[in-house]
């Protein structure tokens, strides 16, 4: 039998729905969540080990650190063949980034959640949580990079995001879809990610902003980030990858600072390119110096930033992570 680690976090998975209030709040002890799931013991010796037990929102930086070094740290023990962390869904895709870009591929390490609390009808945790240890415990997924599982399908962390609030099926891959699934017999992967940027680093840089933009805006918000010591900027620019002229002057000064630009769409498909030629378009921001992503969503391209920011602040050094999927 496989050994695999199951690290709780929090999340609604670790949540209780209160019939008098109907609100959702965390449950005592995040660690009992297996006990509703005898199955495991089918497919793996599982342990369970709570590292913290907080909805998604209150995770920091520095949390996802210290997530990150205790994952490696399990995955380098002999008796450990692959880990699942358990997570709030809300940023459920920047923790498994996060990971994906730091963590040598190799040992499965899954991430997983709910939609629903696990008094709900229908609670969907249960389920999430046997997939995933299905998945750790298979062949499958070994040397794939981080997995997400969730509501049947398998999903790479580069891609996937959380696409509807409330619904269980809301992670999705938008233009590449999920690489794979599970049926009651099978962990099926029918397409291999491919290889992306491994930055090898312990924590991440917190102080980075992203701002999306938006018809009319201007450089306030960039200004107000610069004046507020940030190391670096991440851009949700419209369509293709062109901003409103009156931000260019905030890139302008942000790069004259040394501190990196990063484009990305705010739609939520394709990449940004050199494109346009106007004012605020695709091709003078790229002229000025600032780093197009290719094709992450503002989010992970904040954690990318976050990630490669610990090895170097150098933005013409911080430019091949960007290249590289
Ligand atoms: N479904 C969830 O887990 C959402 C919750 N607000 C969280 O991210 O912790």
């Known amino acids: 039998m496989k050994h695999i680690i199951i690290m709780t976090t929090g999340g609604t998975i670790a949540m209780i729905e209160d019939p008098q209030t109907q609100t959702?709040?965390?449950?005592?002890?995040?660690?009992?969540?297996?006990h509703a799931v005898p199955k495991l013991a089918e497919y793996a010796t599982v342990s369970v080990e709570a590292i913290s037990n907080v909805p998604s929102p209150h995770l920091t930086p520095a949390m996802m650190g210290e997530l990150g070094r205790a994952v490696l740290e399990r995955l380098q023990r002999?008796?450990?063949?692959?880990?699942?962390?358990?997570?709030?869904?809300?940023?459920?895709?920047e923790t498994a980034y996060y990971l994906d870009l730091i963590l040598p591929p190799g040992k499965p390490v899954i991430v997983t959640g709910a939609m629903r609390s696990s008094n709900e009808l229908g609670a969907d945790g249960p389920l999430n949580l046997l997939n995933s240890v299905r998945?750790?415990?298979?062949k499958e997924a070994h040397g794939q990079g981080v997995l997400v599982v969730f509501n049947d399908d398998i999903h790479a962390a580069r891609f996937v995001t959380k696409t509807h609030t409330s619904n269980v099926a809301t992670f999705q891959s938008p233009t590449v879809g999920p690489i794979g699934f599970l049926d009651k017999r099978t962990v099926q992967i029918r397409h291999v990610p491919k290889p992306h940027a491994h930055i090898p680093v312990d924590d991440l840089v917190a102080e980075v902003g992203l701002l999306k933009m938006a018809v009319g805006m201007d450089d306030l918000l960039i200004n107000c980030l610069l004046d507020h010591g940030t190391k670096g900027i991440v851009i949700e620019a419209l369509g293709a990858g062109n901003v409103p002229p009156g931000v260019v002057p905030g890139i302008k000064r942000?790069?004259?600072q040394d501190i990196p630009v990063v484009l990305v769409s705010r739609c939520y498909n394709g990449i940004v390119q050199d494109v346009y030629g106007y004012e605020g378009g695709g091709k003078q921001l790229l002229d000025l110096?600032?780093?197009?992503s290719n094709g992450l969503n503002g989010q992970k391209a904040r954690i990318k930033l976050m990630t490669a920011l610990r090895e170097t602040p150098v933005i013409a050094d911080l430019s091949k992570y960007f290249d590289q999927e």
């Open 254 to 256: 942000a790069l004259a």
């Open 289 to 292: 110096g600032v780093l197009f």
């Open 78 to 93: 002999d008796d450990v063949d692959g880990i699942v962390i358990t997570h709030g869904t809300d940023t459920l895709e």
């Open 24 to 34: 959702v709040r965390p449950v005592a002890n995040a660690a009992d969540l297996t």
């Open 135 to 138: 998945a750790a415990a298979s």
